[in-house]
């Protein structure tokens, strides 16, 4: 065989094999596929859900959320459910739009994550909050800072995304490094952060610490699908279903208490009644006699005056 029919001929066998090859990956299940998405009462053994989840920026911006969880706050990394992240990193950017701010946290992991915070609506200030920014105004009262882009981060009271809490994030300025934990939402297709709280990273050495827990977190955790097996997911159901029954115990106790104390109410009124109904006719029958008392006094009157031709 000459030289270019080999080369033909193993070209042809080069060929078939990567055909063969693109059937047997196409026959492959993907790895979404793989993965085994569990209830939602198997979470509380998830290492990942009711925690604050150290991670990346970039690793944040590829968490997905499942339609048929309908949780909106619910991400999934692999198969692992995440509802809370930690970051850190540098603050490169700050703007002020009605009803929020928004920060874009970058920690040079190869991408930035928008941090979003609420401000403070004024028509349902709580106490708590209308506290919270009239310390805010003395203290802004009190520093003068000639930044006019500190100031405006300093003119309005921000809240917490979950419970309301008040929060003061004028010193989350641009070209500082901090530690920031929030919930997670969605905005256009990306994936963006609620911040709920934040700290302030003290040197570098804290910032390594705190990279060198994500690094192991991500690959001993996150890397590794979660696996809950058999035997784990039915005692889990059977946990589950105890506490909806002592909920649902729980909520019939509160029926009958809220039962007991409307009867209560209800006997408490008509003693009320009772004993009103008898001090009106103790007050009806004095009234009568006091007016039967006064006829009889101003008729003595009367006859005393004629009698003395008054």
């Not at 990956?25 to 979470?43: I, K, M, Q, R």
């Not at 882009?149 to 901090?178: C, W």
């Not at 909806?244 to 009320?272: L, N, P, W, Y």
Request: charged residues 30%; contains cysteine; aromatic residues 8%.
């Amino acid at each position: 065989m000459a030289p270019n029919d080999a080369r033909s001929s193993n070209s042809i066998s080069n060929n078939n094999n990567n055909n063969n090859d693109d059937d047997d990956d196409d026959a492959s299940p993907t790895p979404s596929e793989e993965l085994s998405f569990y209830p939602a009462f198997c979470y509380k053994a998830s290492p990942t859900h009711f925690v604050w989840v150290k991670m990346g920026a970039v690793d944040v911006r590829r968490l997905q959320r499942k339609v048929e969880f309908g949780d909106q706050g619910l991400f999934f990394h692999l198969n692992h459910p995440i509802r809370f992240v930690n970051l850190i990193g540098i603050v490169v950017a700050r703007v002020d739009v009605p009803r929020r701010t928004i920060l874009t946290l970058d920690d040079s992991s190869g991408a930035v994550v928008d941090v979003v915070v609420l401000k403070a609506e004024t028509t349902t200030t709580t106490p708590s909050v209308a506290v919270a920014v009239a310390a805010q105004k003395q203290k802004q009262n009190a520093w003068d800072n000639d930044n006019d882009e500190g100031k405006a981060g300093r003119q309005e009271m921000h809240v917490t995304s979950t419970t309301h809490a008040p929060m003061d994030i004028s010193p989350l300025q641009p070209g500082k490094l901090f530690q920031l934990k929030g919930t997670l939402s969605i905005f256009r297709s990306t994936v963006q952060v609620h911040l709920e709280r934040f700290f302030f990273v003290p040197d570098t050495k804290a910032e390594m610490h705190f990279v060198e827990a994500r690094c192991r977190f991500l690959v001993e955790v996150l890397s590794v699908p979660w696996f809950v097996g058999e035997g784990d997911i039915a005692r889990l159901r059977v946990e589950a279903d105890e506490e909806g029954t002592k909920v649902e115990e729980e909520q019939a106790r509160v029926r009958r208490r809220g039962r007991r104390r409307v009867d209560r109410e209800e006997r408490d009124r008509k003693k009320i009644e009772e004993v009103w109904e008898k001090e009106e006719v103790m007050r009806e029958k004095g009234a009568r006699v006091a007016r039967e008392v006064g006829g009889e006094y101003m008729r003595e009157i009367g006859r005393r005056q004629g009698k003395w031709g008054v």
